[in-house]
């Protein structure tokens, strides 16, 4: 039975997507489980959102790459909130613009690390909660670089590939369960992504040069959309872009 306010969890909650989504579900009447390794930005937003909404809320310290964290924060979120119907696999990043010939082997470690093994470790922890709760809806945050390539994304192209298969087995795998696995895979969103991933707010901010991006916001009201839809409908994947955007290289710039 779908729960009048499912409760929520939400990996990277600390910024972009994630803060966006934990604002809107929370203006639902969600109780959140909020995460990331900037603890103090996530227990600043719950509190925020506590006082605004009245939804009770967990946060703690989480780092997706350590399976140890990954469990601490659900079965603290679990005990404190009483259950777990909706998880937002959201943390992850990109780091650095390099060829395969020269990416950083810390880079290209922090991408499969995170936007891979994290998402693993996310959904294997949650799923027997999620079981348990009868009712629940996975929701995976790709990329149009899981869709298509580009010089100079290898390992965050690869990490969003696989991602997708992720999600699409496991879709297979939870058929005949009442667990809804929907994949938005966005273009370009203005957060603290391109920053994270040059490392330099000039370069960061040249990114969304004469083009209105998405915002974090468009985001969470696709979530928003898809968990909100009757029971029997799942949709499987999202791909939202900026009106601009026609391709990962395709944008039309207005010039400055
Ligand atoms: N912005 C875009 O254009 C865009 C496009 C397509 C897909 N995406 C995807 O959207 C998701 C969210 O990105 P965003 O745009 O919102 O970027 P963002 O503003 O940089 O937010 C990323 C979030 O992930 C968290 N995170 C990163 N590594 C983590 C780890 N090891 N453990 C826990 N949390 C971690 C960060 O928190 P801490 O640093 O505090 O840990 C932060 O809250 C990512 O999966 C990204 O690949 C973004």
């Not at 509190?47 to 079965?75: I, K, N, Y």
């Not at 348990?132 to 945050?141: A, D, L, R, V």
């Not at 916001?217 to 839809?229: P, S």
Request: charged share 20%.
């Amino acid at each position: 039975m779908r729960p009048e306010h499912p409760i929520v969890l939400i990996t990277g909650a600390s910024s972009g997507l994630g803060a966006a989504t934990a604002r809107l579900l929370a203006a639902q009447g969600c109780p959140l489980a909020l995460g990331a390794r900037r603890v103090e930005r996530v227990r600043a937003l719950a509190e925020e959102l506590a006082g605004e909404h009245g939804v009770p809320t967990f946060t703690q310290a989480l780092d997706t790459r350590s399976t140890a964290s990954v469990q601490a924060f659900v079965e603290g979120a679990v005990a404190a909130l009483g259950g777990l119907h909706v998880v937002v696999a959201n943390a992850g990043l990109a780091k650095g613009t390099a060829r395969l010939d020269s990416v950083l082997e810390e880079d290209w470690q922090a991408m499969l690390h995170t936007n891979v093994e994290g998402v693993i470790r996310t959904i294997k922890t949650t799923l027997p909660h999620v079981r348990q709760s009868g009712w629940g809806h996975y929701f995976t945050i790709g990329s149009t670089a899981g869709h298509s390539y580009y010089e100079g994304g290898a390992a965050y192209c690869a990490s969003k590939h696989g991602l997708k298969a992720l999600a699409n087995v496991l879709r297979l795998e939870l058929c005949g369960e009442p667990i809804r696995i929907t994949s938005i895979d966005p273009g370009m969103v203005e957060t603290e992504f391109s920053l994270v991933r040059m490392g330099d707010e000039q370069r960061a901010k040249a990114v969304y040069q004469g083009v209105e991006p998405l915002r974090a916001a468009d985001i969470a009201e696709c979530i928003r959309w898809a968990l909100t839809l009757p029971d029997h409908v799942n949709i499987d994947e999202i791909i939202v872009k900026p009106r601009d955007q026609a391709s990962v290289n395709k944008i039309h710039r207005k010039p400055s």
